[in-house]
Structure formats: C-alpha cells, structure tokens
C-alpha cells in the first residue's frame, strides 16, 4: 500500500472508532512518506486519545 491509501485507511478506522488500527495505519505511513498528512494526523489523535482516555494510559 502507499502512504496515501494508508493514511485513508487510517482515517477509516478513526470513523469507525477503531484508534489503535488507525494509529497503527499512520505510523505505517508516516514510515513510508515522512511529509504524509499521516503525521499531524496521528498527533491529533494520540492529544484526543490523551485528553480523553487516560485510563489507557495510566492503569
């Protein structure tokens, strides 16, 4: 797959409320294309996922 199709795949599981696929599909990205919108939309995600879910990630 290419960066875009990855970054589109993951903005498909961020929709379908599924973050850690989507965040899983934006590193992928990011890995294939540093300059992808995959970056920023990975770090909007993981600041919602802060904001609003600390449990997962303080136990």
Do not use: W
């Not at 599924?18 to 995600?45: K, W």
Request: aromatic share 10%; charged share 30%; hydrophobic share 30%.
């Amino acid at each position: 797959m290419t960066a875009d199709e990855l970054y589109r795949q993951g903005n498909e599981h961020r929709r379908q409320g599924l973050f850690h696929e989507a965040i899983n599909s934006y590193l992928e990205a990011e890995r294939l294309d540093p300059g992808s919108p995959a970056v920023e939309a990975r770090h909007m995600l993981e600041d919602i996922m802060n904001f609003y879910c600390k449990d997962l990630y303080n136990p």
